[in-house]
């Protein structure tokens, strides 16, 4: 990345200029309103340059693959196991030297917006091989026209209940020291009520998504954080064939599938405890987890992406009526759609 010259940042300043904006956690980030959507300014900077299709914006190819996710609702978890599916046949999933083993998953998937328009860097699109696998965390209404109407791209989303999404938004923005461990529990879940925490409101980004896989379900999978915990190896299964390389019967009796699943678990993303297999984890991936980081101006230490990884820590957190209360507001948001939480 570091070799591929990067553009000014500023350059469209104009295309996010004059739009209400305002300061969010501890008053420390600033975040606009961009068409129909909150998003943190540096991300807004980054989907206008994406959709500046005449000046070096995003152009779709072939084949590319969009991972879609609201922050905190298991992006990490869901690059890991679409690489490792994806890439099965080049990296056997079990293979000491694979590359999850060593880099982070954010590593070998990037987040288009942020972690490259906004920074200037969308010049590493240009060097990825087809086909590319790619994040966005905005919603459908945002992506340039060259991933929404092109037959040959496919997109996977990921929902997690959002009391527990915003619990893990909470501890995660806590990490970020502009931010400061003080912010309180209820400013996040407030703006997640009102649809004005980032990427928000975050009932028109599920319902977008949810949407589209409705209308076109061979180029929009919908998926549930919770689904992935409750049967990792369907979820996998169910991905391989989305995305044009179903997991044959010689790949079921070898095992593959489990094996994805081991490479991806958190415990064996993150930390040593609980892996059944030690002898297949790599130090050098761990210490990736543990010491690197991620993002430019505001960054994040790579452990920052994993801590309990389950469903229901919201019971830790709020009280029944403020989950109730979060869930009936989507569900009016989701009356008529067929979606249900
Ligand atoms: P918690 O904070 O609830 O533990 P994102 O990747 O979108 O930033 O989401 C982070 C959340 O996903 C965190 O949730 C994190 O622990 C969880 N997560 C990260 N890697 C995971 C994995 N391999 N398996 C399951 N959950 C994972």
């Not at 869901?78 to 690489?83: E, Q, T, V």
């Not at 998953?105 to 790619?134: I, M, N, Q, W, Y």
């Not at 489990?258 to 991936?285: T, Y």
Request: charged residues 25%.
């Amino acid at each position: 990345v570091d070799a591929i010259p990067a553009r000014p940042v500023t350059e469209h300043d104009a295309a996010i200029s004059g739009r209400p904006r305002r300061l969010v956690y501890n008053n420390s980030l600033p975040i606009l309103s961009y068409r129909g959507f909150w998003l943190l300014e540096d991300w807004a900077r980054g989907t206008a340059a994406m959709a500046d299709e005449r000046r070096g914006g995003f152009v779709a190819r072939p084949g590319d693959v969009v991972l879609a996710t609201l922050p905190k609702a298991g992006t990490t978890w869901l690059k890991a196991l679409a690489f490792a599916t994806m890439a099965r046949g080049l990296f056997p999933p079990a293979s000491p030297d694979h590359p999850l083993r060593r880099l982070n998953s954010h590593d070998c998937v990037p987040t288009v917006e942020s972690g490259l328009f906004a920074c200037g860097r969308e010049g590493v699109l240009d060097k990825l091989p087809s086909p590319r696998l790619l994040n966005t965390h905005l919603p459908l209404s945002l992506l340039p026209s060259s991933i929404t109407d092109n037959d040959d791209c496919k997109i996977v989303y990921v929902c997690r209940d959002e009391k527990d999404r915003a619990v893990s938004t909470w501890h995660f923005i806590k990490r970020i020291k502009r931010i400061g461990s003080d912010v309180p529990f209820s400013e996040v879940y407030k703006s997640i009520c009102e649809g004005t925490s980032a990427c928000g409101p975050v009932w028109d980004h599920i319902l977008g998504y949810w949407n589209a896989s409705k209308k076109e379900p061979s180029r929009v999978l919908f998926l549930t954080y919770e689904q992935m915990l409750q049967d990792p190896m369907g979820t996998i299964r169910q991905l391989a064939e989305f995305l044009g390389q179903p997991i044959s019967d010689a790949e079921e009796e070898t095992g593959v599938v489990a094996e994805i699943v081991e490479l991806c678990r958190l415990h064996s993303c993150f930390s040593d405890q609980n892996v059944k297999n030690p002898g297949l984890e790599s130090m050098k991936k761990q210490k990736i987890n543990r010491e690197g980081s991620q993002g430019v101006g505001i960054t994040f230490s790579n452990d920052a992406y994993f801590r309990k990884g389950v469903a229901g820590d919201w019971l830790n957190h709020m009280t029944l009526e403020m989950g109730q209360h979060l869930d009936s507001i989507l569900n009016e948001k989701f009356d008529g759609s067929g979606f249900t939480i």
